[in-house]
């Protein structure tokens, strides 16, 4: 009887000690793995700020892209007599701005994926009328618009829209 409670014991120190040591084990790795995943992490949040600031100089190049395109269009439109091909040329100038003002807008902002609505809607309204000299003592800009953020392709079309409907 002594003896079966002697091997009952060694089985069961076998145990506690197998148990401790593979709680060890287990931790040893957990920890492991937890200084892993946090180098990984840092990694990722490199890359990541990296992609933001390339996509930043993309959305910057650009916006000075289309910039001298509109002022290339601006040049060459002070050579045409041609009322008609003046205001094609003119249209054209105004919707490469617009462009350029909603890469303008990404490069300013933090969020490249969404554009807001009411403060490019604004800027864009106000580029209008001082490229068509309106005087805002004659004809002024009452809006209502909503604080909307839409991506990058409908805010183009959005943008063109309103061109036409302020220059018209």
């Known amino acids: 009887r002594?003896?079966?409670?002697?091997?009952?014991?060694?089985?069961?120190?076998?145990a506690l000690?197998?148990?401790?040591?593979?709680?060890?084990?287990?931790?040893?790795?957990?920890?492991e793995q937890a200084a892993q995943l946090a180098v990984e992490k840092q990694q990722v949040e490199a890359s990541l700020q990296e992609k933001e600031l390339l996509l930043k100089e993309i959305h910057h190049r650009v916006k000075n892209n289309?910039?001298?395109?509109?002022?290339?269009?601006?040049l060459q439109s002070r050579g045409v007599q041609d009322p008609v091909?003046?205001?094609?040329?003119?249209?054209?100038?105004?919707?490469?701005?617009s462009m350029a003002l909603i890469h303008q807008t990404l490069y300013q902002n933090n969020d490249f994926s969404n554009v807001g609505t009411a403060d490019y809607f604004h800027k864009?309204?106000?580029n209008l009328f001082h490229t068509y000299n309106i005087d805002q003592q004659r004809v002024q800009?009452?809006?209502?618009?909503?604080?909307?953020?839409?991506?990058?392709?409908?805010?183009?079309?959005?943008?063109?829209?309103?061109?036409?409907?302020?220059?018209n």
């Open 2 to 14: 002594l003896r079966r409670i002697q091997i009952r014991a060694g089985i069961l120190a076998a």
């Open 17 to 31: 000690l197998l148990l401790t040591l593979s709680s060890i084990w287990f931790y040893r790795r957990k920890r």
């Open 66 to 74: 289309m910039q001298v395109i509109s002022s290339l269009l601006n």
């Open 85 to 97: 091909a003046l205001k094609v040329m003119r249209d054209g100038r105004d919707r490469v701005r």
């Open 124 to 126: 864009l309204a106000e």
């Open 141 to 167: 800009l009452v809006s209502q618009i909503q604080p909307l953020k839409f991506n990058v392709d409908i805010m183009i079309a959005l943008g063109l829209i309103l061109n036409e409907l302020i220059s």
